[in-house]
């Protein structure tokens, strides 16, 4: 009974397969990370946007309270942000330069947000009819980051 050796029959195929395999799995582990790392700044930009969009309402409240507290013939001067019927609003406000002199700064509505800068708003007075004063706010707040900066409008009318 003479049997035919199995060492000469092999021919390493085992080892081939096993790199193959080997190489598939670590594609697809680094492919893993890199959408895991995608999803991260995902979900740090949408927190971030949504940390600006909060402060920049909460600029348009204490822009309502501003005009509520404030007599309406002195305080519109035209400078700081403050603005009279006259007076020509900026046309595009994410190239304003929302600094002290054309702006009101408004309080940081949650200190754990650690905002890039503190909130901010400027008030249009738009007319006055029939004991009614018309004003237009405009608000401005950024995130954790400049780069996401929300802008909010909206209109709000005080009875005399």
């Known amino acids: 009974m003479n049997q035919p050796s ?9 080892l081939a397969i096993s790199l193959i395999v080997l ?9 893993n990370m890199r959408v895991n790392n995608l999803e991260e700044k995902m979900a ?10 909060q402060a920049a309402e909460s600029a348009l409240r204490q822009g309502e309270n501003f005009i509520l507290n404030n007599p309406l ?8 942000g403050l603005l009279r019927i006259a007076d020509t609003e900026p046309a595009d406000f994410f ?3 929302w600094d002290n002199t054309d702006s009101q700064p408004a309080q940081n509505p949650n200190p754990s ?16 009819s029939g004991g009614n004063t018309f ?25 005399n």
């Open 6 to 14: 199995l060492k000469k029959k092999q021919t390493g195929v085992a």
């Open 23 to 31: 190489l598939l799995m670590t594609i697809l582990g680094v492919t």
């Open 44 to 53: 740090g930009n949408t927190r971030d946007i949504n940390i600006s969009f």
């Open 73 to 80: 013939d002195t305080t519109y001067t035209g400078s700081n």
């Open 95 to 97: 190239t304003y330069t």
């Open 113 to 128: 947000f650690n905002l890039a800068a503190n909130p901010r708003f400027v008030i249009k007075k738009l007319s006055q």
């Open 135 to 159: 004003f237009k706010i405009t608000a401005r707040a950024v995130g954790r980051s400049a780069g996401a900066q929300t802008i909010l409008q909206e209109y709000f009318v005080r009875n």
